[in-house]
T-cell receptor
């Protein structure tokens, strides 16, 4: 299957700082990438849909100004958690939509980034 | 009603048995369905995708789709302890993929 990478795999930061997470599709071009958050023992929660060259679409309840998303190229999307607080500590996972025929395109996940805010 | 529903489990099966995981969806326009496996602390990994009614087999895994009943299932034959994980069902609607909350599978040696 297609390969999606994320960097960093884990990060620890102080409260009030900003953290940038990168998501790359390594062997395909992804016009659409997705950012999820997952708290321990809970399901994936879609935060936003990132489209190359346009503004991201945020899910209800997700603060646009706090979670900045940039999808500057067909292989790279970034999520910046601004002014992070301990309650932002979570597992952040990106996925990229690999193109297919008709409705057969498939989402592949990156390995995730574990964020801990002290 | 949730868009994609799964029993949270845990579903416990003995090693070597068949594990049957079930999922229902509410969006009739959904055309693509996926099963992902997620180990604790890891991101989801795609196991199977299915688009047409009927069965699709890949190794020990068989996905079954019944669009009339809006039902998707995953069978794991000869279950192994390494299959112990949370299995996420997902359906692709018009613009996005919706995930179920996952079923935790425990394979007992």
């Amino acid at each position: 299957g297609a390969v999606v990478s994320q960097h960093p795999s884990w990060v620890i930061c102080k409260s009030g700082t900003s953290v940038k997470i990168e998501c790359r599709s390594l062997d395909f071009q992804a016009t659409t990438m997705f950012w999820y958050r997952q708290f321990p023992k809970q399901s994936l929660m879609l935060m936003a849909t990132s489209n190359e060259g346009s503004k991201a679409t945020y899910e209800q309840g997700v603060e646009k100004d706090k979670f900045l998303i940039n999808h500057a190229s067909l292989t790279l999307s970034t999520l910046t958690v601004t002014s992070a607080h301990p309650e932002d500590s979570s597992f952040y996972i990106c996925s990229a939509r690999a193109p297919g025929q008709g409705s057969t395109d498939t989402q592949y996940f990156g390995p995730g980034t574990r964020l801990t805010v002290l | 009603q949730k868009e994609v529903e799964q029993n949270s489990g845990p579903l416990s099966v003995p090693e070597g048995a068949i594990a049957s995981l079930n999922c229902t969806y509410s969006d009739r326009v959904s055309q693509s369905f996926f099963w992902y496996r997620q180990y604790s602390g890891k991101s989801p990994e795609l196991i199977m995708s299915i688009y047409s009614n009927g069965d699709k087999e890949d190794g020990r895994f068989t996905a079954q789709l019944n669009k009339a009943s809006q039902y998707v299932s995953l069978l794991i034959r000869d279950s192994q302890p390494s299959d112990s994980a949370t299995y996420l069902c997902a359906s692709r609607g018009y613009q996005k993929v919706t995930f179920g909350t996952g079923t935790k599978l425990q394979v007992i040696p």
